[in-house]
């Protein structure tokens, strides 16, 4: 095996400090590939698969492997610690991948991405053999699922309907209070990075909106979901200013 000195190709692409470099590339064979600048070099990613390319058990992903599986074993089926580890290495790969994708406006990429690293988490959680490894990367999840609700409220905005990205926000939010809990919603970072995308989105509304807010307002009080409620009022009043 050679080596190759890399300094050329590095000084070509200068770190700058600060900033997420990330650039599209298509590889000899036309593969779609993603570069991330580094401070001490360069990460390259497949664009489509798994980001490391590789095919575990001659499946496109773990997790497709691990499905396989349980489709096979049915109620006996769970992971062992050694297989729990590689399901969760894969999601720490997608999860590099769509924060890459989302730098790059690929919207729809991110959405894909972020699926298959909560896909990992619920199968761990649902079906690790170890109570540790059911756990272990449950922490993440908040962020995760964040992420996607970004990118589908990006997608939306990039197709100029506001509409559908309040939507995708405030769906969004339930959901990220069911996950967190009343305690964990409280001092969640991701809650409020959603509130603020929902009140830059707000004044893009069109007037119309106004009764169709007014209308989920009343249907959420009278199912007793005040959480969502707060948020439509909270919606109403901004459009009102």
Same mark, same amino acid.
């Given at each position: 095996?050679?080596?190759?000195?890399?300094?050329?190709?590095?000084?070509?692409?200068?770190?700058?400090?600060?900033?997420?470099?990330?650039?599209?590339?298509?590889?000899?064979?036309?593969?779609?590939?993603?570069?991330?600048?580094?401070?001490?070099?360069?990460?390259?990613?497949?664009?489509?698969?798994?980001?490391?390319?590789?095919?575990?058990?001659?499946?496109?992903?773990?997790?497709?492997?691990?499905?396989?599986?349980?489709?096979?074993?049915?109620?006996?089926?769970?992971?062992?610690?050694?297989?729990?580890?590689?399901?969760?290495?894969?999601a720490i790969l997608?999860?590099?991948?769509?924060?890459?994708?989302?730098?790059?406006?690929?919207?729809?990429?991110?959405?894909?991405?972020?699926?298959?690293?909560?896909?990992?988490?619920n199968l761990c959680?649902?079906? $690790?053999? +170890?109570?540790?490894?059911?756990?272990?990367?449950?922490? /993440? %999840?908040?962020?995760?699922?964040? =992420? @996607?609700?970004?990118?589908?409220?990006?997608?939306?905005?990039?197709?100029?309907?506001?509409?559908?990205?309040?939507?995708?926000?405030?769906?969004?939010?339930?959901?990220?209070?069911?996950?967190?809990?009343?305690?964990?919603?409280?001092?969640?970072?991701e809650i409020q990075?959603?509130?603020?995308?929902?009140?830059?989105?707000?004044?893009?509304?069109?007037?119309?909106?106004?009764?169709?807010?007014?209308?989920?307002?009343?249907? $959420?009080? +009278?199912?007793?979901?005040?959480?969502?409620?707060?948020? /439509? %009022?909270?919606?109403?009043?901004? =459009? @009102?200013?």
């Open positions: 095996m050679t080596f190759s000195d890399l300094s050329h190709f590095l000084n070509a692409w200068p770190r700058t400090p600060g900033q997420f470099q990330v650039r599209e590339l298509q590889a000899d064979d036309g593969r779609l590939l993603l570069q991330v600048r580094i401070d001490l070099g360069v990460i390259q990613m497949e664009a489509e698969g798994r980001p490391d390319g590789q095919r575990p058990a001659g499946h496109a992903s773990m997790l497709e492997y691990a499905m396989a599986r349980k489709q096979e074993a049915g109620l006996d089926f769970s992971l062992d610690e050694a297989e729990c580890v590689s399901i969760r290495d894969e997608f999860y590099h991948r769509y924060v890459a994708f989302f730098n790059l406006n690929r919207f729809e990429a991110v959405m894909r991405d972020a699926d298959h690293a909560l896909s990992c988490l959680r649902d079906h $690790a053999a +170890d109570d540790n490894d059911r756990l272990r990367l449950e922490h /993440l %999840r908040p962020q995760v699922f964040t =992420m @996607k609700v970004r990118a589908a409220a990006e997608l939306a905005m990039a197709h100029r309907q506001p509409r559908a990205a309040m939507s995708a926000i405030d769906q969004g939010l339930e959901e990220l209070q069911s996950i967190l809990g009343s305690e964990g919603a409280e001092r969640s970072n990075l959603l509130r603020g995308m929902r009140e830059m989105l707000v004044p893009k509304l069109p007037s119309s909106q106004r009764v169709e807010l007014e209308d989920r307002l009343k249907a $959420a009080l +009278d199912a007793e979901n005040y959480e969502l409620a707060a948020i /439509l %009022r909270d919606e109403l009043k901004m =459009m @009102k200013d």
